[in-house]
């Protein structure tokens, strides 16, 4: 059974920076692909990055490209999504996802497709 536990959330400024981790465990992580999605209040939750396991290519949303970065550190089997230069509009819950890659074509950021999901952690940002 796959669990995925963020933390890292908490309230913040304008302009701050924080980095959200997620630990994964429950099995081989190398045919996955990992995501970070947010949901703000009364919104859809959507799509922030997402990052194949095995060879660590990476997908942006537009709003967060050049601010945050996702990665990953294979022996700890954590994902992390760093994020800089952050905006009011940044304000949200934060999940980590995860589903086994569907190869050539594969859309990161169709929440649809994940499988396992972590319980959240908010961040806010104060203007």
């Known amino acids: 059974q796959v669990q995925l536990v963020e933390s890292g959330g908490g309230l913040v400024q304008t302009g701050d920076s924080l980095r959200l981790s997620c630990a994964a465990s429950g099995r081989t992580f190398s045919s996955y692909v990992m995501a970070w999605f947010r949901q703000a209040p009364g919104k859809e939750r959507e799509f922030v990055a997402g990052?194949?396991?095995?060879?660590?290519?990476?997908v942006y949303t537009d709003s967060v490209k050049g601010r945050f970065t996702i990665s990953r550190d294979k022996a700890k089997n954590t994902m992390y999504l760093q994020m800089n230069s952050l905006k009011p509009e940044d304000t949200a819950v934060y999940y980590c996802a995860a589903r086994e890659g569907l190869g050539a074509g594969d859309d990161y950021s169709a929440r649809a497709t994940y499988t396992y999901w972590g319980q959240g952690t908010q961040v806010t940002v104060s203007s």
């Open positions: 990052i194949r396991w095995s060879h660590g290519v990476t």
